[in-house]
């Protein structure tokens, strides 16, 4: 699987795997166990994964999420000890200590508390999407 073929749906819980476009809009498997499917129109809000960046300082003020999963992957190998229930103050400081740069002013608790759930379920269904060599593989294709 590919970072490419990731994304969310706003209103539904978890990740999903795009299959295909439709006539209606865009199927869907959501990664879970169910692997149940999920046609979207598009009306739906749908976004990919490799379009989603965070707020940072730096000098293109954001930092592609890719990059930031890949951080945590070398830093902590699937297991952060954080979930969706850990407070804000220790989701704060998971992502200092990950991305230093980020604005705290435009990053909420919230968007960490997906970005750990994101990161959490990927790590145990598509390891091989944080492989440091993924993106450089996909490049050279």
């Not at 149940?36 to 976004?47: E, H, I, M, Y």
């Not at 229930?85 to 960490?112: A, C, M, Q, T, W």
């Amino acid at each position: 699987m590919k970072f490419e073929e990731l994304a969310s749906v706003a209103g539904k819980g978890g990740l999903f795997k795009v299959l295909k476009p439709s006539k209606a809009g865009v199927i869907l498997e959501s990664l879970d166990e169910k692997k149940q499917k999920l046609v979207v129109g598009a009306d739906a809000r749908v976004s990919i994964l490799s379009e989603i960046s965070i707020y940072s300082h730096t000098e293109d003020g954001s930092t592609p999420l890719l990059d930031v999963l890949q951080s945590i992957h070398s830093e902590f190998e699937g297991d952060t000890g954080l979930d969706k229930n850990s407070s804000g103050d220790e989701l704060k400081s998971f992502l200092k200590h990950i991305l230093p740069e980020y604005d705290e002013d435009r990053v909420y608790v919230s968007d960490i508390k997906k970005l750990v759930t994101w990161y959490n379920l990927i790590a145990v269904k598509c390891p091989e999407v944080l492989a440091e060599g993924a993106t450089e593989e996909k490049e050279e294709a």
